[in-house]
């Protein structure tokens, strides 16, 4: 069963949309490259679109009735927008749930270190990276560094036309006979993703004391000057090395578009734009932006926290429906789609897929039923009934979508936020946008895809 390419069904009204809304996503993506960023660019947006504070809302003893907008912040790296509906949350609600985070490489604690008059930061990379791709590119340093004072610096180093960037090197071809008999895996090791900062020594003008370094010194003076941090603030800072640069049209069509991280902001995004574009639905439209998908939903922001579940609960007593049992039946009753991107098929690499399950760039939105790898381990596989009511959704909205798997079996696999809301006992499956290079620096996807993925969360949004 072949789904058509969505290219060929849009008039002139939905192509000046496209533009639109895929153009303010390339430059969202570009803005926002960590989930910091992403989560604090959303509140704004939110509260432009009338959304309030559930926490403020909490301290004033205030109250949830239909069309109330809110948002809850978890420690600035997750966000919970929620748009009250007209039936009773113990019905259930409509959630889009997608990361905000993404592979990339850490700067570690102890990191700043000069051998033969070059200094480098050690990173530790995060998620599911090929390291050698992450060699001799420009990439910048997005993050924040707490002082002991309580205050918070941001870091944004490396997007700016006259910022430096920063590079990992690599072994230069003529003395790289051993590295190239190496497996890929193998070619370029954790701890050499070192990225270079500096080169150039300090003139200290006799003040050089016996054990100082003057490249080092180099260094930490311009991270006082320009950030007004010392060394030791390195040990309480967050700071990621990401890919300089923005995000770009790409083909001679520009149907496509060239941008980090786009696993899984190419999701996000659209998910977030339909959740501020809701008004009063009859189902609670929730969406969910989460952290740490990628090394496993832990920690305080990633999904196995209990920040959806507490959240729920504060909105639930708010709106006047209090009680665990009632928070147990609004879970059990909702539905959601976990919008997380999936492998868009690549000729180049066509033995990795199954043609016939596989999801195609311009082919619309694209439904998993299950993920998971070696037998589904680790996957929610939704049930028959939930993908038919899915399907009447996109039909009647006229949503172009595609069903697919993640790739020829037993070729790998991969997993979502799915299974850790299906606990709940709610109807959930796996939906989002085809990516081409998926978790490379720099991915691909097609415009049709975004497009389609915003007007597919509206239309499950809407549905009662």
């Known amino acids: 069963m072949e789904r058509p390419c969505a290219w060929e069904r849009y008039n002139d009204v939905q192509l000046a949309q496209l533009d639109s809304l895929t153009g303010d996503y390339r430059q969202f993506i570009s803005d926002n490259k960590t989930e910091r ?12 679109a009338g959304y309030q504070d559930l926490n403020e809302l909490i301290s004033a003893g205030s109250q949830l009735k239909p069309g109330d907008k809110v948002y809850v912040s978890n420690r600035g790296k997750a966000l919970l927008l929620a748009c009250i ?7 259930g609600v409509n959630i889009l749930g997608a990361h905000i985070d993404s592979p990339r490489l850490d700067v570690k604690q102890n990191p700043l270190e000069v051998k033969n008059e070059l200094a480098t930061l050690d990173t530790h990379y995060y998620g599911g990276i090929k390291k050698y791709q992450w060699v001799t590119m420009p990439l910048a340093m997005h993050g924040v560094v707490a002082k002991k004072d309580g205050s918070v610096v941001p870091v944004r180093i490396g997007e700016a036309e006259d910022d430096p960037v920063f590079v990992v090197s ?13 497996k890929g895996s ?11 900062v500096g080169n150039r020594p300090l ?13 080092r010194a180099g260094v930490l003076k311009i991270l006082s000057e320009r950030l007004g941090i010392e060394e030791e603030d390195f040990l309480s800072a967050e700071l990621e090395i990401v890919p300089a640069g923005r995000a770009r049209d790409l083909g001679l069509d520009r149907s496509m578009i060239l941008g980090y991280g786009h696993d899984d902001r190419s999701c996000a995004y659209p998910s ?26 832990v920690g305080a922001t990633g999904m196995h926290s209990r920040f959806f579940e507490d959240t729920m609960a504060e909105i639930l007593e708010l709106a006047g429906e209090k009680g665990d049992l009632a928070l147990r039946r609004c879970l059990r009753r909702s539905r959601m789609l976990s919008s997380d991107v999936s492998a868009a098929y690549d000729p180049s690499y066509a033995d990795a897929f199954d043609p016939k399950n596989a999801a195609y760039l311009g ?14 381990a680790g996957s929610n596989d939704a049930d028959a009934e939930y993908v038919a009511l899915i399907r009447r959704c996109m039909d009647d909205a006229g949503v172009a979508f595609q069903t697919c798997e993640l790739g020829r079996v037993d070729a790998g696999g991969g997993g979502t936020i799915a299974y850790i809301l299906a606990n709940y006992g709610m109807q959930v499956i796996d939906c989002g946008v085809p990516v081409l290079s998926m978790h490379s620096p720099w991915e691909v996807v097609s415009k049709a895809d975004v497009y389609e993925a915003y007007r597919g969360y509206q239309a499950f949004l809407a549905l009662a």
Request: overall charge negative.
């Open 186 to 196: 193998d070619v370029i090791e954790g701890e050499l993703l070192d990225v270079i």
């Open 363 to 376: 082919h619309g939105l694209a439904f998993n039923k299950f993920t998971g790898s070696n037998g589904k």
């Open 203 to 215: 003139v200290m003008k006799g003040e050089k004391k016996d054990g100082d370094d003057p490249v």
């Open 272 to 297: 977030l734009r339909a959740q501020l574009d809701c008004q009063t639905p009859q189902r609670t439209a929730v969406t969910l932006l989460v952290d740490k998908e990628e090394i496993g939903s």
């Open 37 to 48: 960023e992403f989560c604090a660019s959303s509140i704004e947006l939110a509260k432009k």
């Open 85 to 91: 509906g007209t039936s009773p949350l113990t019905d």
């Open 170 to 182: 690599d072994l230069l071809i003529h003395l790289a006979r051993k590295q190239l008999d190496k």
